[in-house]
């Protein structure tokens, strides 16, 4: 498989070419691909030249995942969007009856469009690989790229890791990796800061307590002393 990437002067379209010698013409794959706009795929036009089929993705407005790497460490969202965007390809792929061996899980192949972040994927019928190990890949290179100021991304980043790099691992297993934004903040890990924040907390109000406390004894005392002293005073020796 060659790789050619191809400009148009004018900008009107950006694309690159996958072109295959000889290759081998799986019809159903050709005609979902062309007759049909998948979500989470790169639009893609099949051409034939010579002895070569010509797989032309449409990349206009969209960047590599390995130029974004490049850039920016993995923040929360990329990797949010990441996990989205596999799981929202392995339900396309299986409507279309597409194999998800023939994705290129690579980050020189997996886009994101700059407006939305959206993540897009480059499907080349007959790459026929194992996904499983790609996508395991994928988050070991990830893993290494993510932002340790983003204790989200940590989070996030660590739970798919330990999920792809189980044996027994299919992409549907990222469904359920990880509730809703609303309840994700009782169950990442607390920074140290936050536990000595919560310490100093408890320990002030350990304090204030305190503090209540001896205030109460000395005022009963002194009320008691005081009550004392007035019946005393009234001629009433015997009250003890």
Do not use: W
């Not at 794959?29 to 007759?35: D, H, P, R, S």
């Not at 809703?180 to 990442?188: A, I, R, Y």
Request: charged share 25%; glycine share 2%; net charge neutral.
């Amino acid at each position: 498989m060659e790789l050619e990437l191809e400009y148009k002067n004018d900008l009107s379209e950006c694309s690159f070419t996958l072109n295959e010698k000889n290759y081998i013409n799986n019809p159903y794959k050709l005609i979902m691909l062309e007759k049909n706009q998948i979500p989470g795929l790169l639009p893609v036009r099949i051409l034939l030249v010579d002895q070569y089929t010509q797989f032309r993705y449409n990349v206009k407005n969209k960047n590599t995942l390995a130029s974004e790497l490049k850039k920016h460490k993995v923040s929360y969202d990329m990797l949010e969007k990441l996990r989205k965007g596999l799981l929202n390809i392995a339900q396309c792929l299986s409507e279309y009856l597409l194999d998800i061996g023939d994705l290129i899980i690579n980050i020189d192949f997996i886009y994101i469009e700059y407006e939305t972040k959206n993540v897009f994927f480059c499907y080349f019928p007959g790459n026929k690989v194992d996904s499983t190990i790609e996508i395991r890949n994928l988050m070991e290179l990830i893993i290494k790229e993510i932002d340790h100021t983003d204790e989200k991304a940590m989070f996030l980043g660590y739970q798919m890791y330990d999920l792809v790099t189980k044996t027994n691992f299919i992409l549907q297993d990222l469904l359920m990796l990880i509730p809703s934004d609303k309840n994700q903040d009782h169950l990442k890990p607390k920074s140290e800061s936050k536990v000595k924040k919560e310490e100093v907390e408890y320990l002030n109000n350990y304090k204030r307590n305190i503090k209540f406390i001896v205030k109460f004894i000395v005022t009963s005392i002194i009320v008691f002393v005081s009550i004392l002293f007035y019946l005393v005073i009234r001629g009433v020796p015997n009250i003890l």
